[in-house]
């Protein structure tokens, strides 16, 4: 008795339980939220820390809303209140946290009985695939085709993507020097990433890659070249990433894990993707 009928719909949605289904959630469900619920939405996922550590009066304060907003929120998204949802957000410091050692462990831990090294090789190939089916689930060509357009005008285009999406950016400057196409890559090698951003400007398209915890220095270098005049095509993971309000064209791309560890499968297919494909207009167009 007493029960209300947001806790009973609440009941009858499959509750996201992690952060990123909480995220994707979100996104499939934006279009039809309420305009107080996409403001929550908005600085839920673009503040995770505030979530996990305020009280929702602060938390509330924080996104110019009231109380009794939050709970509504989170009953939109299939928790019975607050606390619930606010939990997901716990979570996802807990599972931050979380050092490569204790990530081994783990590994070690639900690979008994097995032998570990297929188990490893398997589980990262089976969340490659997973990584690789949802870009090209999401694959949008006006997006890769606006990406292009931003990218086939510039006179130099910059690479910028430290800590895990380096390997992705020196994949790209290597690809597009072979091909032709005129780069830099801000490499941060002796402290100059600054220095060689400073020499972008109006002319010039810049490649952002970036994912949660976004690198700051990442989203530092990318306004300042955007700041200079340069146009910005962003990989990354959310619409409330710090990225994506920067860049003409923004491609999201959600990397399976296995264990803690997100290999770079679907960010590295689409960045050889974008570079052929960008040599080939090129080339058609005679540039």
Known sequence: MGRSKAMDSAEQIDVPRDFAALRER????????PRRLTQVAEYALNNPDEIAFGTAASIAAKAHVQPSTLVRFSQALGYQGFSGLQEVFRSRLRDQVLGYDERMAQLREHGEGSPRPSMILEGFAEASLRSISALTARHDPAVFERALDVLEAAQTVYLIGLRRSFPVTSYMA???????????????????????????????AAIAISFTPYASETLALTTQVREAGAKVVAITDSIFSPLASQ????????EADFEGF????????????LTVALADRRKEKGL
């Open 174 to 204: 290597y690809a597009m020097g072979k091909l032709g196409i005129r780069t830099i890559l801000i490499d941060a090698v002796a402290g100059l990433a600054a220095e060689q951003a400073n020499f972008a400007n109006g002319k010039d």
């Open 26 to 33: 979100v996104l499939a469900r934006w279009e039809e939220l």
């Open 247 to 254: 860049a003409e064209a923004w491609f999201e791309v959600a």
């Open 262 to 273: 997100r290999s770079m499968s679907a960010t590295m297919t689409l960045a050889m993707a």
